[in-house]
């Protein structure tokens, strides 16, 4: 079993960067494809960014953070990053990151699911 731990989130101000990391626990990290996804309390999960297996080497992003975000993977500390660049208000979430067989933009796909991070922007 994978278990998935959020950290790096707390509160920046508009136009600044964050750094929010995921560490897995458990065998196998290499093997799975790895999400971010954020949710605001009361709305529905938002797909944010995701990254295959392996080497990373295929990356999406929702069109709200693409050219602002940036996910990577460090297999050999079993880490997920997503680096949080030029953030607005609309960034303000519980991030959560999750493992699966392949990199979709569908949370349901994902077998694996951390407890969330809080980023909080102000203006």
């Known amino acids: 079993q994978v278990q998935l731990v959020e950290s790096g989130g707390g509160l920046v101000q508009g136009g600044g960067s964050l750094r929010v990391l995921c560490t897995a626990s458990?065998?196998?990290?290499?093997?799975?494809?790895m999400a971010w996804f954020r949710q605001i309390p009361g709305k529905e999960r938002e797909f944010v960014s995701a990254?295959?297996?392996?080497?990373?080497?295929?990356?999406d992003y929702a069109d709200s953070v693409k050219g602002r975000f940036t996910i990577a993977r460090d297999n050999a500390q079993n880490m997920l990053s997503l680096q949080m660049n030029d953030v607005n208000l609309g960034d303000t979430a519980i991030y959560y990151c999750a493992a699966g067989i392949t990199p979709t933009r569908v949370g349901s796909a994902y077998d694996y699911w951390g407890q969330g991070t809080q980023v909080t922007v102000s203006l």
């Open positions: 990254i295959n297996g392996g080497r990373g080497q295929y990356t």
């Open positions: 458990g065998p196998n990290f290499r093997d799975y494809a």
